[in-house]
């Protein structure tokens, strides 16, 4: 049976083995440096745009930014991203080589993001022309901010429509209500015949009142008239009282026209004004520079994660084969490993 494991048997084993992992190291150095030399170098530029609130925001509210509303903002990720906006730029520069698709060749050149907890879009291209890698970058937004004017323009051009829309009714309907209050039958003519009704019935009533004898052919005849006024001058009070209710009416309905009218004129008024105001605008604030640097391949990144592959796979290996080393049968002519000096280690129990 093999002997318990000891930690000095094996850290002596370890530095047994240390022209190994010096080897292990020289040979993922030299390969990582071969493959870094040889890879195409691209270059990053970054072109930056500010997210700025609407302008008629309250200033005090465009300070308590919540994070709802950051994340709202992310829209313009997709904005300045867009296929359409994307492919432009491809045929503008002529960025694509061979029958590579516009998705992969967009993953491997374009990226659009907004830095966390920040209103600032930042527009990220990488090329292996410096030049064209800024050009690009800085078409793009360009192009997003057209974009992001373009569609404020149209939503305040519909809202405009609608409000024009609006009033027009508004006015149409002031117009039906003036006629109908104009074409009215006027009151004058129908209260001066009730008042000439009743005055006739008043001087037929003395007249009566005069007569010594009621059952003479005159007092029937007055009563007979009198009864007749009464019933036209009934007849006319309904007339007037209809004619009076309904210009009532009808000028309650032009007084509420004109209200909306008014009301409308002043919206249309407040969407002219504000138009423009009312969504976030973008603005270039840094179209970028040339890049005078790659950003890939990164040489001492690279270096470094070959370096730190080399060792971990040299403990691996090296740790397996201690084991297998110690699990097999010792020959007996074979000399058993190294103990680890006393004088490092101390003494072993």
């Not at 270059?43 to 300070?63: F, G, K, N, Q, V």
């Not at 994340?71 to 491809?90: G, K, M, P, Y």
């Not at 009566?208 to 009621?214: I, K, M």
């Amino acid at each position: 049976m093999a002997d318990s494991y000891d930690p000095y048997e094996y850290l002596d084993y370890l530095r047994g083995r240390a022209r190994f992992l010096t080897a292990t190291c020289a040979v993922a150095l030299g390969l990582s440096l071969g493959a870094s030399l040889l890879l195409p170098k691209k270059y990053t530029a970054t072109a930056r745009l500010m997210i700025e609130p609407p302008a008629s925001s309250d200033p005090r509210a465009a300070m308590a930014v919540s994070p709802i509303y950051l994340e709202s903002l992310r829209t313009f990720e997709i904005l300045a991203s867009s296929d359409n906006l994307f492919r432009q730029a491809v045929e503008r520069f002529g960025l694509r080589e061979g029958s590579q698709s516009l998705d992969s060749l967009k993953k491997s050149v374009l990226k659009v993001s907004i830095p966390r907890n920040t209103k600032v879009l930042e527009i990220i291209v990488k090329l292996g022309d410096p030049r064209k890698a800024q050009a690009v970058a800085q078409y793009l937004a360009e192009e997003a901010v057209k974009l992001n004017r373009k569609v404020s323009r149209e939503g305040d051009q519909e809202l405009a429509e609608d409000a024009e829309q609006m009033l027009a009714g508004a006015r149409a309907k002031v117009e039906a209500a003036e006629a109908a209050w104009l074409s009215a039958p006027a009151m004058g003519g129908i209260e001066e015949a009730l008042t000439s009704l009743i005055e006739f019935q008043t001087k037929l009533r003395e007249s009566l009142a005069a007569e010594e004898s009621d059952t003479g052919a005159r007092v029937q005849r007055l009563n007979k008239q009198i009864a007749d006024l009464e019933a036209e001058i009934v007849r006319k009070r309904a007339v007037a009282s209809e004619r009076s209710a309904r210009r009532d009416r009808l000028s309650a309905e032009r007084e509420a026209a004109q209200a909306y009218l008014a009301g409308v004129e002043r919206r249309v008024q407040e969407a002219r004004g504000a138009a423009g105001t009312r969504a976030e605008r973008l603005k270039m604030i840094d179209p970028g520079v040339v890049p005078e640097r790659p950003s890939s391949p990164n040489l001492p990144l690279n270096l470094l994660v070959a370096l730190l592959a080399a060792v971990v796979l040299w403990v691996i290996w090296v740790t397996l084969e201690f084991g297998y080393r110690r699990a097999r049968p010792v020959p007996a002519t074979e000399s058993p490993a190294r103990p680890w000096p006393k004088t490092v280690g101390g003494p072993r129990s």
